[in-house]
């Protein structure tokens, strides 16, 4: 087919597609009678409580208990958020006032706000061609302040762990991994968040698998399990180990509550146990696509630390310039080759678009940090370029088929 200016949808001609593609909600999409079934339970049980209730079914225990061993490590606690899961897991760490710890440039708000809440200063470094932190800058960034590394694996893509994990052990500082969009990936065979000291995970909707709400956390330390019991449930003393007939070995200190609730965990619970499947479904849709595209010229993947164990929800390419990229967006929204929301395909970093997940928009945690965006070129070149497209679990072959076409359709004309 020739494709000239006219045929594309942004300049009059017809659309690839007629609607938008499916949502990207993956796990709440696979809601089914066993997640309604699990939710029942608790409230026949009237026990909605995760430590005690009038017919206690603890089934946040079982959450914990199936997460750490899908996780592959020793401990898992449950929480009520990403966010809360980050904080915990910095404070565990023993991350606090005048430390410093150091965050990609592409993460989500969550991330420095987290360590702020900690007490501690978040010290960015950039992005490479992973979008995940770039090693040899973060050892650049690495002052006698910093006490930990928070490798964000975004969209779907592990960071470089063995190069992050080198790093920190020579410096002797900690690895926190947030895990929170790559749930189910690994590393080397390794599961996401068993490799760092902890690893943060979000059961927020967006995420792979969801409760609406949710966290996690997985350690194989005791005493960085005993912190977040502690920290993460007002600072009490004594809860959450006399099931396991534990006592703390750590002195008291002060907490919040970010505790789990029994209806989240029972639909969790349902939900692990399709994480394998929906990774599936996803890597096999985004495998096609790359594939179809493969070979339209102009565009540059995404670099992937492990190709193995990414988990596909995002197909990223950079082209040659941010106005090639923006026109890129602009014309394959116009193909409808889009998500209902409308936020993807999208450009990382569109600079007048408010959007958490770019630190250019993180002054109120960084601040001053926008007029200081020349030390972070590489990531604003990148992130300016990078074109990213939604891949939902729910997308069939004719979305696979949607979307190369109007990848090529666009490059044709654009590139
Ligand atoms: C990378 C990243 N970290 C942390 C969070 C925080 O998770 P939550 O929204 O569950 O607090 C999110 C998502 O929302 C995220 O995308």
Aim: charged share 25%; proline share 5%.
């Amino acid at each position: 087919m020739l494709v000239t200016k006219e045929s594309l949808a942004l300049y009059g001609g017809s659309p690839v597609r007629d609607k938008p593609l499916p949502v990207m909600h993956p796990g709440a999409t696979y809601f089914d009678d066993a997640e309604t079934n699990a939710v029942l339970e608790v409230l026949k049980a009237q026990s909605p409580y995760r430590f005690y209730g009038p017919r206690f079914l603890n089934v946040s225990g079982k959450f914990e208990a199936e997460f750490r061993e899908y996780v592959g490590t020793r401990y898992s606690l449950a929480l009520t958020s990403g966010t809360a899961a980050l904080h915990t897991a910095l404070v565990a760490l023993g991350v606090g006032r005048g430390d410093e710890v150091i965050i990609p440039t592409y993460a989500w708000v969550a991330c420095p706000s987290a360590v702020v809440a900690a007490g501690a200063t978040p010290v960015l470094a950039d992005v490479d061609e992973s979008l995940t932190l770039d090693p040899a800058d973060v050892r650049r960034r690495i002052t006698n302040r910093t006490k930990a590394i928070m490798a964000v694996h975004i969209r779907g893509v592990p960071a470089d762990l063995d190069k992050l994990a080198a790093i920190a052990s020579e410096y002797q500082i900690l690895l926190l991994e947030d895990v929170a969009q790559c749930g189910g990936g690994s590393y080397h065979g390794k599961k996401l968040g068993s490799i760092g000291e902890a690893g943060s995970f979000s059961f927020q909707l967006n995420k792979v698998i969801s409760a609406g709400e949710g966290g996690a956390i997985a350690t194989n330390e005791q005493e960085i399990f005993e912190r977040a019991l502690m920290f993460h449930d007002t600072g009490t003393p004594y809860r959450g180990l006399e099931e396991k007939e534990l006592r703390y070995s750590i002195k008291p200190f002060p907490g919040v509550n970010y505790r789990a609730n029994e209806i989240s965990s029972a639909i969790l619970r349902i939900q692990l146990s399709k994480l394998d499947t929906i990774v599936a479904k996803i890597r096999q849709t985004k495998g096609k696509i790359k594939k179809g595209i493969s070979g339209v010229s102009g565009i540059q993947f995404r670099k992937l630390p492990d190709p193995e164990g990414e988990i596909g929800v995002g197909l990223v390419f950079f082209t040659e310039t941010r106005e090639k990229a923006m026109l890129f967006k602009d014309a394959l929204m116009a193909e409808n080759i889009r998500t209902p929301s409308g936020s993807y395909p999208g450009v990382v970093y569109e600079p007048g678009r408010q959007d958490g997940h770019v630190f250019m928009h993180w002054g109120h945690l960084l601040p001053g940090v926008e007029r200081v965006s020349d030390h972070y070129s590489q990531s604003l070149d990148l992130l300016g370029r990078a074109v990213h497209i939604d891949i939902s679990p729910l997308d069939g072959e004719q979305e696979i088929n949607d979307i190369i076409e109007g990848v090529r359709k666009v490059a044709a004309v654009v590139l």
